[in-house]
């Protein structure tokens, strides 16, 4: 998999917080702009996400490459409505000539070597079908039915900061599927590079430095004693479940 941050709001960091002044003084943006100090700028950001007042993070996108990815994942990731993507189409590769059908298999199945090949051998059949059925005059967008969901693909997708909050709580947490799991870290660890307030307390709920929780509510998660270890110390209560006992 190859993750690259294409590009984003200039500064974003500094915009989301200017937005935020806005609802809160009367004063001309530029004005506002030119009185905000980093304190100020980390103050606004915390206070928003304390608050849940979200709005103002729409105004920070960030454009996303990913490659080496399979269809298992992309089918995942558009399931995520606040965005926007661009993924290479089926209809318009030349599978006919491609050596081998590039494809993404599971690393787990490093470890059952006869079971990889059983799913190699499958994939493979799939591209011999494929072109016995283009070679027999169906149209490629419809042989095309024939390819797994581990065929790679490629996108470009933007989302915004407050989407992204939403994607890194859900696709970050343990038990998220291996491989959006993995493109949505690095995609976090992306984001933070430019954006390092704004995305200071994203990733996954239980992961968070203040008010922790467990978006699955699960006790056999692995996360699980150690977050009720360390919201039992706060003695808070915790929204999605865990309530302390007294
Ligand atoms: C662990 C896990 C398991 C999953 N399993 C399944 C599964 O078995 N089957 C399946 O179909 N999907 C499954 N999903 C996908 C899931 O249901 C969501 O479609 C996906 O995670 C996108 O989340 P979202 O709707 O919050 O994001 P977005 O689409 O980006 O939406 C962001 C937020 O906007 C609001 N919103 C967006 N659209 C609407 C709307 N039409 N009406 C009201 N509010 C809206 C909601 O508050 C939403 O949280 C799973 C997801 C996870 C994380």
């Given at each position: 998999?190859?993750?690259?941050?294409?590009?984003?709001?200039?500064?974003?960091?500094r915009?989301?917080?200017?937005?935020?002044?806005?609802?809160?003084?009367s004063?001309?943006?530029?004005?506002?702009?030119?009185?905000?100090?980093?304190?100020?700028?980390e103050?606004?950001?915390?206070?928003?996400?304390?608050?849940?007042?979200?709005?103002?993070?729409e105004?920070?996108?960030?454009?996303?490459?990913?490659?080496?990815?399979?269809?298992?994942l992309?089918?995942?990731?558009?399931?995520?409505?606040?965005?926007?993507?661009?993924?290479?189409?089926?209809?318009?590769?030349?599978?006919?000539?491609?050596?081998?059908?590039?494809?993404?298999?599971?690393?787990?199945?490093?470890?059952?070597?006869?079971?990889?090949?059983?799913?190699?051998?499958?994939?493979?059949?799939?591209?011999?079908?494929?072109?016995?059925?283009?070679?027999?005059?169906?149209?490629?967008?419809?042989?095309?039915?024939?390819?797994p969901?581990?065929?790679?693909?490629?996108?470009?997708?933007?989302?915004?900061?407050?989407?992204?909050?939403?994607?890194?709580?859900?696709?970050?947490?343990?038990?998220?599927?291996?491989?959006?799991?993995?493109?949505?870290?690095?995609?976090?660890?992306?984001?933070?590079?430019?954006?390092?307030?704004?995305?200071k307390?994203?990733?996954?709920?239980?992961?968070?430095?203040?008010?922790?929780?467990?978006?699955?509510?699960?006790?056999?998660?692995?996360?699980?004693?150690?977050?009720?270890?360390?919201?039992?110390?706060?003695?808070?209560?915790?929204?999605?479940?865990?309530?302390?006992?007294?």
């Amino acid at each position: 998999m190859t993750l690259l941050l294409l590009r984003h709001t200039p500064d974003p960091d500094r915009l989301v917080a200017l937005a935020a002044r806005r609802c809160y003084s009367s004063r001309a943006a530029d004005d506002i702009e030119e009185h905000l100090t980093q304190e100020e700028i980390e103050r606004l950001l915390g206070f928003l996400r304390q608050r849940n007042h979200l709005s103002p993070f729409e105004h920070a996108d960030f454009t996303f490459s990913a490659d080496g990815i399979s269809r298992a994942l992309s089918h995942q990731l558009v399931r995520h409505r606040i965005a926007s993507y661009s993924q290479e189409s089926q209809r318009y590769v030349n599978y006919m000539k491609t050596p081998a059908l590039p494809y993404i298999r599971p690393p787990s199945l490093a470890s059952h070597p006869e079971a990889q090949k059983i799913f190699d051998d499958a994939v493979h059949h799939t591209l011999e079908a494929y072109r016995a059925m283009v070679n027999a005059g169906v149209a490629p967008e419809d042989a095309r039915y024939i390819f797994p969901n581990a065929i790679e693909t490629k996108l470009v997708f933007t989302l915004n900061a407050r989407s992204l909050f939403n994607f890194f709580e859900q696709r970050c947490c343990i038990k998220a599927q291996w491989e959006i799991r993995q493109l949505a870290f690095d995609m976090l660890k992306a984001v933070r590079q430019v954006a390092p307030l704004i995305f200071k307390n994203a990733g996954a709920p239980c992961q968070f430095a203040e008010k922790p929780y467990c978006r699955e509510n699960d006790e056999k998660c692995p996360q699980y004693k150690s977050l009720q270890k360390r919201t039992n110390k706060n003695d808070q209560q915790i929204p999605g479940g865990i309530e302390k006992k007294s």
